[in-house]
T-cell receptor, first 116, second 113 residues
Framework: AQSVTQLDSHVSVSEGTPVLLRCNYS??????LFWYVQHPNKGLQLLLK??????LVKGINGFEAEFKKSETSFHLTKPSAHMSDAAEYFC??????????????FGTGTRLKVLA | DGGITQSPKYLFRKEGQNVTLSCEQN?????MYWYRQDPGQGLRLIYY???????QKGDIAEGYSVSREKKESFPLTVTSAQKNPTAFYLC????????????FGEGSRLTVL
């Protein structure tokens, strides 16, 4: 069965320091993995996605993530945090089901706080 | 611009009333989804539809109903049977039969008075 675990519910960093948001997944098939960002009272915006191509994926706003199959991880990083990065981040896994449909499983989210 | 439009953005309802949330997309996507978001719980799937005139229950379908009469539209009705309807509701779409990303609307916040 598929599952996603975001290891930290809250992360605080100072502006200009690196960001690390951790995500572990479990999947029976070859998964696709995504990171989304959500600002208050807004929809979710795609940051980046992994779909079995390069294991290091670059996204928008300077974010990137590395797919590590041996560790079943897909951690999100950014070299230098900006105040505008303060938001909630969701790790999502998608893979096929026996009925031929595709299911998206969401982590519970990590709230990133950026300190001035 | 292609995208997903949800309306209304904010909605207040008295207990015992049904309310319908609108979701329209012009991305030509076959698959559409409704999620409910509560603080600290991530997103939970209410209903999804892979094709017109067909839809399936998600993880928390009780107290909700949907229809899919047109490819572009997937309205969600929150019925009086939903015991705790106050939440943020998100509509999304994707290409059918793929592991491509979900595209989201801006959400509708429902408050029951």
């Amino acid at each position: 069965a598929q599952s996603v675990t975001q290891l930290d519910s809250h992360v605080s960093v100072s502006e200009g320091t690196p960001v690390l948001l951790r995500c572990n997944y479990s999947s029976s098939y070859s998964p696709s993995l995504f990171w989304y960002v959500q600002h208050p009272n807004k929809g979710l915006q795609l940051l980046l996605k992994y779909t079995s191509a390069a294991t290091l994926v670059k996204g928008i706003n300077g974010f990137e993530a590395e797919f590590k199959k041996s560790e079943t991880s897909f951690h999100l990083t950014k070299p230098s945090a900006h105040m505008s990065d303060a938001a909630e981040y969701f790790c999502v896994v998608s893979d096929g089901t026996t009925s031929g449909t595709y299911k998206y499983i969401f982590g519970t989210g990590t709230r990133l706080k950026v300190l001035a | 611009d292609g995208g997903i439009t949800q309306s209304p953005k904010y909605l207040f309802r008295k207990e015992g009333q049904n309310v319908t949330l609108s979701c329209e997309q012009n991305l030509n996507h076959d698959a559409m989804y409704w999620y409910r978001q509560d603080p600290g719980q991530g997103l939970r799937l209410i209903y999804y539809s892979q094709i017109v005139n067909d839809f399936q229950k998600g993880d928390i379908a009780e107290g909700y109903s949907v229809s899919r009469e047109k490819k572009e539209s997937f309205p969600l009705t929150v019925t009086s049977a939903q015991k705790n309807p106050t939440a943020f509701y998100l509509c999304a779409s994707s290409l059918r039969g793929s592991t491509g990303e979900l595209f989201f609307g801006e959400g509708s916040r429902l408050t029951v008075l």
